[in-house]
Structures are given as structure tokens and as C-alpha cells.
């Protein structure tokens, strides 16, 4: 075995520099502390994803993503196996299209310029919790770090290694990006399609950007026998896609929130590492958003560690006492929700077109004026009145 150079030492070090990593590592950087950013891969690099960013990242982040946004969403066109397709808008943005190898980049970027070293191409491998910090051993070098924070994505081997009892299950997913050149964008300009029936228990998506499409299915509740074979219908159900060449999908894992029955999702701190974005599941369980939730986590973690510097009864549970009340209380009401909606998805479907105050509603969710604590309270007052009468009206059909 080689022999490793001796250990550097940080105030933090970062495991992975997505979006949940490169904001942590950006927050800490600015604030003066020293940090160490790994990424196995080089930026930009591809990344398997939708690429939405719900338009309340607005209140979060500052307006250089901009410069990378591909497509401005107004509207859902929601269709159930390809059929009954409906166009919900609204005013004013619910999303913006990015790519990620793109936006990553940018973060990764403005967490390097305001202080963060950044070794692309580097891989963590071990990690020994110490009485004052973590060792970390890569393919390159170990280090020690007074904090860990584990950024490194679904498949997290901090949380694997640190965390070894956290036993959240993650769903499949497949998504293929089809070049469109300057053909139209498909299902419109300022438009994306959603398919609540493409899937028993999930749903899929065709997310446009400026020259491509990103073409998906993601299941929700349990498991399909056949991922491929639910994207392949997905395909020629949809009259648009059925005689495109759509190139072969790449699957990867969606780490969704859970929680089974009354108990806690398992806990995001131990000793001396946190969790952050999909290593700690903050993915939301109703649509499958992520990005918000690892820039939005990856600024929680910054202010609990600087917590933790800046006054030394603060403690890093800080961090997960704010994800509990900022995002947990959402996740909770957003599965509620999820379940409603692919236990029922026709008639969910069906639902939506008829009262698309509730969609407008969720639209609210998406931009920062409502949450979804807030949407499920309206939204069961509308639901509620109509829906034994939908039902009867459906069990007849
Ligand atoms: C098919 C699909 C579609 C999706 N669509 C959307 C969408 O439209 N909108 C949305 O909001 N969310 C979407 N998501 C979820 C979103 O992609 C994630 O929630 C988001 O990427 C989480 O960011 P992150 O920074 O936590 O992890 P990641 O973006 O996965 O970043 C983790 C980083 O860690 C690095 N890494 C991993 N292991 C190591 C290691 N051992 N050492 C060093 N570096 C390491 C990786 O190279 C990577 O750069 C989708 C997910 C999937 C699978």
C-alpha cells in the first residue's frame, strides 16, 4: 500500500460539490472559515436530473443562476397516459430549466472564489470520527477536519459509513436528454408535461430546455417490474415522442423523504458529520424536488456549524432541529399528499382538471407564497366538498 502524505487540517470538510455541497462549502467559505471541497468528478459534469428549480429559489439564492436558467416555466400540461391532456398557467414563472452540468459548475465556481479549495477528480473513501473532528482518506491524501459534512449525493458514503442505521429506501428512476437542435420545444414554449397514469405509482415528465428534452419516469410507492419498460410506454403513449429516436435513459436512485407511521426520519447528525440535500434524503416526496432542498440545507448546515464556531455551547443538532421545523414539517404534509395521489392517480388526474384552483394553489407552493402546510389546509377545504360526488360520478363511469 502506498505510503499517504501527512494529514491537512480544515475547519470543514465537504464530501461532494453538487448543489448542497458547493452552497455549504460557499456559506462557510465567506464567512472566513477554511474548507475543503471534494468532488470524485471534474466539473461540469453530467448529472441524471429534470433540471426544475421551483421560481421560490429566487428567496434563497442570488440572481447569477440566472445566467444559466434554459427555459422560463408557466404552466403544466398534465396528461394520463398520453390522453385528456389539460394546460394549467399561471401569470407569472413556477420554474426555470436549468442543466445541471451547468448550474453545478456555477455554484462550484462561487463557492472557489469565495474561498473554498476545491480538489475535483478526488474521491473520499473512509472516514474515522476522532474526540475533535473527522480523518478522511481518499484516493489521494487523508485529512482532518473539525467538521464533515457529507454532500455526496444518493448513493452518500458518509451516510453509509457514519450512519450505518439510517435505513431510508430510495426510488428508481430513468431519464434520457434528447436533442431537439432549433426544433420547437415540445410541449410548448414556457410549458412542461406531466403524466400522472405513465406509472402505477409515480409519474412522468418532459422537462424542455433550450436545445433538448429531458425525458423521464420516477416511481413513488413501491417498485415496478419493469423501470425500462414503463419508460418505454411512456414513449409511445406520448403522440409527440413516438417517432423520436429517444436515446437510452440512464437510471439512478431518488433518495424521497420517509417516514413510516408516527416515528422520525433518522437523524442528519452524528458526533462530529452532518448530512446535507440527497445523502440525508431531502428530496420531496410528493414531486420529486431536490435542488431546492440541497442549496436550502446546504445554508441550514453552514449557519449550524458557524454556530457551533462562533459559541461553543451551540451544538451541530442545531442544524437538524432547523431541518426538522424548515423542511421535515413540509415533507410531512407533501406525503400525505403523495399518497392521495398515486393511491388515486386517475382520478387525481381527473380532479385536477376540474378544480384547477388547487393546481394554482400548488403553483403557490412552488413560487414561496404558500407552503405546503398552508396548501393542504385550502386545498382540502376545495377537495373535500367534491370529492364524494367525483367519486360516485367515477365508480358509475
Ligand atoms: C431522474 C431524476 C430527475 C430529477 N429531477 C429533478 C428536478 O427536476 N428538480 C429537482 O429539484 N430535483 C430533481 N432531482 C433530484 C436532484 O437531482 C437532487 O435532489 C440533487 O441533485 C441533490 O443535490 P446534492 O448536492 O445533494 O447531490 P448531487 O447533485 O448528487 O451531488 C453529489 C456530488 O457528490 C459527488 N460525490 C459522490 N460521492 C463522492 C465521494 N465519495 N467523494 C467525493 N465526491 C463524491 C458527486 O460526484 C456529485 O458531484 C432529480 C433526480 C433524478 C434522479
Same mark, same amino acid.
Given at each position: 500500500m502506498p505510503t499517504l502524505p501527512d494529514r491537512k487540517s480544515y475547519d470543514v470538510l465537504v464530501v461532494g460539490m453538487g448543489p448542497a455541497g458547493a452552497t455549504a462549502a460557499y456559506e462557510l467559505s465567506r464567512a472566513g472559515v477554511a474548507v475543503l471541497g471534494l468532488d470524485k468528478q471534474s466539473h461540469p459534469r453530467y448529472k441524471v436530473c429534470g433540471g426544475g428549480l421551483s421560481s421560490r429559489i429566487d428567496k434563497i439564492l442570488d440572481e447569477e443562476y440566472k445566467s444559466v436558467v434554459e427555459h422560463t416555466v408557466y404552466g403544466v400540461q398534465f396528461t394520463y397516459r398520453g390522453e385528456d391532456p389539460f394546460l394549467i398557467q399561471s401569470p407569472t414563472p413556477i420554474a426555470f430549466m436549468v442543466m445541471r452540468d451547468r448550474f453545478d459548475h456555477l455554484l462550484l465556481e462561487k463557492a472557489r472564489r469565495a474561498g473554498t479549495e476545491v480538489h475535483e477528480g478526488e474521491q473520499a473513501l473512509q472516514f474515522l470520527q476522532l474526540p475533535d473532528g473527522v480523518e478522511v482518506i481518499t484516493d489521494r491524501g487523508r485529512y482532518k477536519t473539525r467538521v464533515l459534512i457529507g454532500?455526496?449525493?444518493?448513493? /452518500?458514503i458518509v451516510a453509509q459509513r457514519l450512519?450505518?442505521?439510517?435505513?431510508l429506501s430510495r426510488m428508481p428512476t430513468l431519464e434520457s436528454e434528447m436533442g431537439i437542435g432549433r426544433q420547437p420545444v415540445y410541449p410548448g414554449e414556457g410549458k412542461v408535461l406531466v403524466d400522472l397514469g405513465a406509472t402505477a405509482q409515480g409519474y412522468a415528465w418532459i422537462f424542455p430546455k433550450k436545445e433538448r428534452l429531458s425525458i423521464g419516469v420516477a416511481e413513488f410507492k413501491g417498485r415496478p417490474a419493469s423501470p425500462r419498460g414503463v419508460f418505454d410506454r411512456f414513449i409511445r403513449d406520448e403522440k409527440a415522442l413516438s417517432h423520436m429516436a429517444v436515446p437510452r435513459p440512464h437510471g439512478h436512485p431518488l433518495p424521497l423523504f420517509s417516514v413510516s407511521g408516527a416515528s422520525a426520519p433518522?437523524?442528519?447528525?452524528r458526533h462530529r458529520a452532518l448530512l446535507v440535500g440527497d445523502a440525508g434524503h431531502?428530496?420531496?416526496?410528493?414531486?420529486?424536488?431536490g435542488i431546492y432542498y440541497a442549496v436550502r440545507s446546504g445554508q441550514l448546515a453552514a449557519a449550524g456549524v458557524l454556530g457551533t464556531f462562533h459559541d /461553543?455551547?451551540? /451544538?451541530?443538532?442545531d442544524y437538524e432541529m432547523d431541518v426538522i421545523r424548515e423542511i421535515y414539517a413540509e415533507f410531512r404534509v407533501a406525503s400525505r399528499v403523495a399518497r392521495i395521489v398515486y393511491t388515486f392517480p386517475r382520478l387525481c388526474h381527473q380532479l385536477m382538471h376540474r378544480y384547477q384552483e388547487v393546481i394554482n394553489l400548488y403553483y403557490e407552493v412552488l413560487q414561496g407564497r404558500e407552503s405546503y402546510q398552508t396548501f393542504f389546509r385550502k386545498a382540502k377545504g376545495v377537495v373535500k366538498a367534491s370529492f364524494r360526488e367525483i367519486l360516485k360520478e367515477t365508480l358509475t363511469f
Open positions: 454532500a455526496d449525493g444518493a448513493n /452518500s450512519f450505518p442505521d439510517r435505513r433518522d437523524g442528519l447528525v431531502l428530496v420531496d416526496p410528493l414531486f420529486g424536488e /461553543s455551547r451551540r /451544538s451541530l443538532l
